[in-house]
């Protein structure tokens, strides 16, 4: 059954600006159930609830992990700055669920804002099974809280509502199954 598991990664950018080293600590990659993530799952219920949509969230994982990513440095006018391109949100599907990985870059570095977006995104393709939307509206911001790299907490927050009504008027993808 592991040729059913369908893996969904999504790079969305975090520069950082490198001046010195930074380590980064703490226990990654145990599952949390909900964990410090409930709070963002159980509003997800309620926007999806006050939209008519049911989601369920049974067998949901949410959890911290590592993810992926890559560095690349660029020297301009003597300053070098490096940009890591690091995937901070990715949805599994295996045969026990779905299971959202946030990476601890995201906790550590996001606002609430952007934090909420990344957790909204990753729960539109593991519990509405939605796919990416490369849209973007009049204003070049992302049409869709299911843009490939993600959306700004302060686009985020002006745009909310506008994201909530889009994601749950979507048709569910029939074609992008689970495992199990």
């Known amino acids: 059954m592991l040729d059913k598991i369908k893996k969904y990664s999504d790079r969305w950018a975090v520069v950082f600006l490198v001046f010195g080293c930074v380590a980064c600590g703490g226990a990654q990659g145990q599952s949390q159930s909900l964990g410090a993530f409930g709070t963002q799952v159980n509003q997800f219920v309620a926007d999806a609830s006050s939209h008519g949509v049911s989601v369920d969230t049974s067998n949901l994982v949410v959890q911290v992990g590592d993810l992926s990513s890559a560095s690349t440095t660029t020297v301009v006018n003597g300053v070098t700055e490096t940009t890591t391109n690091v995937d901070v949100g990715q949805c599994d599907f295996t045969e ?23 957790v909204y995104h990753e729960l539109g393709h ?31 927050l002006k ?10 008027s979507q048709p569910q993808n029939t074609a992008f199954v689970g495992g199990g």
Do not use: W
Request: aromatic share 8%.
């Open 126 to 156: 593991c519990l509405l099974k939605l796919e990416h939307n490369s849209n973007l509206s009049a204003d070049g911001t992302p049409a869709s809280l299911m843009y490939p790299t993600g959306v700004d907490g302060q686009t985020y």
């Open 159 to 168: 745009n909310r509502a506008a994201y909530l009504d889009e994601l749950f």
């Open 96 to 118: 026990a669920g779905p299971t959202v990985t946030i990476s601890a870059t995201a906790i550590q570095s996001f606002g609430p804002e952007s934090l909420e977006a990344l």
